[in-house]
């Protein structure tokens, strides 16, 4: 199903013509509004007249996260707190959090997005979704909350956390759908088996997001819960989820374009790179009003789909993003994602499970990639023989797809500690 067919399957020609209306107008008023972005136009040079159509983005200046902190709380916005209706903030690693906001206008475009989302995953009036993403801060709660309201479904707000009673729930009210992040649906997955309740849940698909997840972890999703596991993607400084979504094809996510610019650039020269290519996605928020932002800087590594959809929705898609390039582990200076190293995991076999923790570290000035991983609960582990093997054909796997040795240790079953939200699965002792 398509909630919005005359959006989603709009003519790439009319598109382009409202993307280029849309760019101008935000141009033009974040010159006029937002101090950060005029200056910056200023000193390249150009005026917002040398913008005339969506050809031109590429001009303009990019924006960074670090802007968010340097004009922390209001700066950046480009209406008075007077219209906006509600704030969202991002804690991050370091400094300071990072503050959003959004008007009635926003909001609606919000909704309209996630529910896209909703919908291409089966999503209807009669729909339970359960909705465990985090409520608060984070925009994942709040984000499919309204979606499921436009929607017309039922909306069961119990947020992340409290694992027993999630399954409880799910199995109580019967939810159908259940939107959460993959890590804590993986998690989910588990406690419904553990409590032996596989057959009493009437869950049908699931849209989870707000981290990188490999399809192998899809797999184990769907497998542990019965259901279709659908990605969505999107980022607080842009909007949160619905940026973009995927259809039942799933084959990328349909990136919301009337409401949203990507390039995929060289994260080192800024050159916008061509068709098809992996790079850094940047995204230009074209009816944004209260917190709009003109190429921003995800950090994010995908590419761009232009194939057009089996779906019939004309919108581009992003492949699924690797990682952050600030998620990206140097070790003995070869690049490393962590969905690498995921993906190696979860084509090992039967043994070992998607729980797994990466630990990097530097002994005697050498960068050391130490792999903890969790091994099923039917795995042999008596057998200290098989045990051996597995963990020495996971270093295999590791030095080939990764080019560099890695110590992998087989732990056992429930040891790693769980996620409610987004996984934390790197510890780098380098940085401490
Ligand atoms: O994670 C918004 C969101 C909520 C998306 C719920 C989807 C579902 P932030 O906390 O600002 O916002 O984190 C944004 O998370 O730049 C990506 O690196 C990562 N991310 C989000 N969705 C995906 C996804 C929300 N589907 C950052 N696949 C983004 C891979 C994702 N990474």
Redesign the pocket.
Known sequence: MIFNPKIEMMPRDELKKLQSERLVWQVNRMYERVECFRTRMDLNGIKPSHIKSIDDLHLLPFSYKKDLRDYYPYGLFAEPLENILRIHA?SGTTGKQ?VVGYTKCDLDNWAETVARSLVAAGATKASLIQNS?GYGF???GF??HDAASLIGATIIPISAGNTQRQVNTMVDFGSTML?C??SYAMYLGEAVEEAGMRDKIKLKAG???????SEDMRHAIEYKLGIKAY???????V??????YECEYQCG?HICEDLFAAEIIDPDTGEVLPEGSTGELVFTTLAKEGFPVIRYR???ICSLVYEPCRCGRTHIRMN??Q??SD?MLIIRGVNVFPSQIEEVLLNSGSGVTPNYQIIVDRVNNTDTLDVNVEMSEDFLQDEVRSIEMLEKSIVDKLRSVLGIGAKVHLVNPKSITRSEG?AKRVIDNRKI
């Not at 990605?231 to 400084?237: K, M, N, Q, V």
């Not at 909007?239 to 973009?244: A, F, N």
Request: aromatic share 12%; hydrophobic share 30%.
């Open positions: 991002s990072i993403f984070f925009t994942g984000g499919v939107t992040t993959p849209v989870f997001g707000a981290e990188p997840w990605d969505i993607y999107g980022l607080s400084e909007q949160g989820p619905g940026v973009s996510m995800t950090r994010d699924k993003p990682g952050r998620d987004k």
